[in-house]
């Protein structure tokens, strides 16, 4: 699940395995393009991916587990500009 916020500034992706009892595999070739952002945050609960997030990410949730992603703009980002 994509959510954009109203006024654009943000994204989140919202992934989550229903199954209580069997992990399961989320797979995008193109992470940053999804999100439109180089700059991708984990704000998950539990088990938060730290540092650069790759473009082509392969993630095996466990049972029951909720991944979220959260991303801003790159613009005004560039070259050591906020």
Known sequence: LLMISRDQNGKALVFLNKDRQHYKRFYHPHLHTL?????????????????????????????????????????????GQK
Do not use: A
């Open 35 to 79: 999100m439109q952002s180089e700059q991708i945050e984990d704000i998950s609960l539990e088990d938060v991916m730290e540092g650069d997030k790759p473009d082509e990410i392969e993630y095996w949730l466990k049972p029951g587990q909720i991944k979220i992603f959260y991303s801003t703009p790159n613009e005004g980002k560039r070259g």
